[in-house]
């Protein structure tokens, strides 16, 4: 989602699809956490009253990382409702061969 970090709002039209690398990564990463389900357009999966349809459940939204040499950045947002979400930007460095988050960059958004 190129709009993944920015309260502006999800796009139905990502800039590229993950690969599946990338989405077994994150998966693996949210597993812990509840079931993963992918999906096409967010606006699908909000209620009129701005609530998602799956109770207790957030939209992810995964935006293009930048990269500055050994240093990466990659915009995410959380959304769980109309009152609920935040968007924020998480630093990764490539430590040892692997991009491991090492904090968040930049502005947070939360509502």
Known sequence: ?????????????????????????????????GEVQWIDDPSEWRTDQLLPVEPNSVILGVGSPTFDGEVAFLPVSLWCGGLCGIWFTYKLERIDGIWQVTGIEGPVAIS
């Open 1 to 33: 989602d190129p709009n993944a970090g920015s309260p502006d709002g999800a796009q139905a039209n990502p800039s590229r699809e993950l690969t599946p690398t990338e989405m077994e990564a994150i998966e693996g990463a949210l597993g812990d956490h």
